[in-house]
C-alpha cells in the first residue's frame, strides 16, 4: 500500500546515539491516547541496500516507515524513517517530501492495534459513569406509544382505524362476554419480593390515575389477570399457588390461594413452577380418591400476566381425545411456550400430565439448570417433546402426538399464546378467533392500560381493546 506524505521536518541521528523516544498523543493532551515509541536503527547497511528502522509502539514493530492517519481523534500523519527523527506531536511542516510503502501485514496489525486502545478507552470511560451508560441502553417509555397495526389487509386478521376495530373478533360488542367456564380451573404460581433500598424496580410507576411501588405494580397484574378470566369466562375458578411465606393480600370471589412449600427465589422461579403444577396434580388424584365420584375441572396452567380474551374452555369440547394441550409456534430455538398448558380433568388426563411433567423436571435438573431463569422449563418441555415425537411448528392447526402413554394436543400459538412481539413478526397480526393474550417480556404496563382503556368508555368494546394492543405492541415499556 502507498502512503502520500506530507513534508516532514526531519533531523538526522548519529546512528551510535541512544534510541528516540517519540511521543504521540490525541487532541485531547493530557494521557488520553498517548502512545510512546521507540525508535532505533540496527547496524549501518551494506550498500544497494536501504536501511530498516524499526519502531516499537505497544510492543508491535513497525519496518521501513510507516504513515499513520486519524490516530485518537486527531487527523496527523507522522512518519518513522531510518535512523532519522525525533518525532512531534501534531501536524510536522518540513522541506521534504516521499512516499513509502509498507507491507499489508504489518498494516493490519497497527489498525488491530489502535482500535483495540481506542476501544479500550471508550470501555473505560463507561465504566467511569456507568449511570450513563445504563440509562441510555435501558431506556423504555412510561407511556403508550403507538405503531403500525401488523395484518393491514389481511385475511382472518383484526383490522383497525386507530384504536377502533373495523372488524370484530369471535366475541360479539354488545355482551363482551362468555358463558363458559363452569368447568375449568384457571391456576398460577405467583409470589411478590420485597424490594430492598435503593433498588431501581423499588421506585413508583404511574398508570392511569394510579402510581404504583414494585409489590403493588405485582398484584395490580395479577388482579388484571383475574378480571379478564372473570369478565370471559365468569363461571370459573382461579387458584394461586404460592408460597407459604407471601401474603397475598388478595380476597376475591372464585379466587383460592394455594401454599405450596418450595423454593420461590427469582433464579429458581421457573424450576418451582413446574413442582408446584406436579405438587397441584398430585393433589388431585389423591382428592378423586378419597372421594370416587367427586367432579375434578378441567385444568390450564398459565402465566400471571396473559389476558383470556375468549372461552378457551371450548378445547376441551372440540378436542376429546387430548391429556395435556401445550402452546407451539415457527421458533426453531424455543417452540413450545411454557405459558399455557392444559390438563384434562379427568384421573387419566390428571395422571399423565403428572408423569409428562415429571420427565420435564427431570431433563430441566439434568440439562437446563444454567439456562435463563425465564427459559429452562420452556427448553426442558421442548427436549421431552423432540425426544418422543417430530412435529411440524410451522403448521397453523391443533394436531395430536403421543408422547410416553399421553396424548398432548399442539395448540397454535397465535390463537392461544398470542405475543405483541410475534404479533407484529411471525403472526402477521392478530387472528379475529385469538383467545389468549400474552403480554410477556417488558408489556406488562401495556397489560395495565389495555384494562384501563376497556373500562374507560362504554363506546369501547374487546376488539377495539385489542387494536390498541396491536398498535402498541411493538414497543417495550417500563415494566
Known sequence: MWCSGKRLGFSKRDPSSSPTTTTLEGANGGNEGRLVANISSISEPKVGFPRIGVGLIGGLRLPNAVCVRRAFGVAFRHWVTPGLISVKESYIQGSLGMRVCFGWRQFLLFVALVFFVTHFLSVLELHQDPAVSYQSKTKKFDHLVFGPAAGEGLPNRLQCKGNKALNKTHISA??????????????????????????????????????????????????????????????????????????????????????????????????????????????????????????????????SDIAVVGDVGQIFNKNEDFHVALTFRNNKQQPLNSGFIAVRGT?????????????????????????????????????????????????????????????????????????????????????????????????????????????SSSSHDLSDMLCLVLHSGRTKYDF
Open 347 to 455: 384421573h387419566d388426563g390428571i395422571l399423565r400430565a403428572k408423569v409428562f411433567l415429571e420427565e420435564v423436571l427431570k431433563v430441566y435438573i439434568s440439562e437446563y439448570m444454567k439456562a435463563s431463569r425465564m427459559l429452562g422449563d420452556q427448553l426442558a418441555i421442548a427436549s421431552v417433546v423432540k425426544s418422543h415425537a417430530s412435529f411440524d411448528a410451522k403448521t397453523h392447526k391443533p394436531f395430536l402426538e403421543d408422547i410416553n402413554g399421553a396424548s398432548v394436543l399442539f395448540l397454535p400459538c397465535e390463537v392461544y399464546n398470542w405475543t405483541p412481539p410475534e404479533g407484529a413478526g411471525q403472526f402477521h397480526g392478530m387472528p379475529v378467533d385469538v383467545k389468549v393474550v400474552h403480554f410477556k417480556g417488558s408489556r406488562k404496563r401495556l397489560m395495565l392500560e389495555s384494562w384501563n382503556f376497556l373500562h
Open 174 to 303: 354488545s355482551s363482551n362476554v362468555s358463558n363458559g367456564g363452569d368447568d375449568v380451573t384457571f391456576v398460577t404460581v405467583f409470589t411478590v419480593y420485597n424490594s430492598s433500598v435503593g433498588d431501581r424496580s423499588s421506585e413508583s410507576t404511574r398508570v392511569g390515575k394510579v402510581s404504583y411501588n414494585k409489590v403493588d405494580r405485582s398484584m395490580a397484574i395479577l388482579n388484571t389477570f383475574i378480571n379478564f378470566i372473570q369478565l370471559m369466562m365468569p363461571q370459573s375458578n382461579t387458584v394461586i399457588l404460592t408460597d407459604p411465606a407471601s401474603n397475598l393480600p388478595l380476597k376475591r370471589n372464585r379466587v383460592i390461594v394455594y401454599p405450596i412449600q418450595g423454593e420461590y427465589s427469582r433464579d429458581k422461579l421457573m424450576l418451582q413452577r413446574i413442582r408446584s403444577y406436579i405438587a397441584f396434580l398430585d393433589e388431585k388424584l389423591k382428592e378423586q380418591s378419597r372421594e370416587p365420584g367427586k367432579r375434578i375441572s378441567n385444568i390450564i396452567f398459565t402465566d
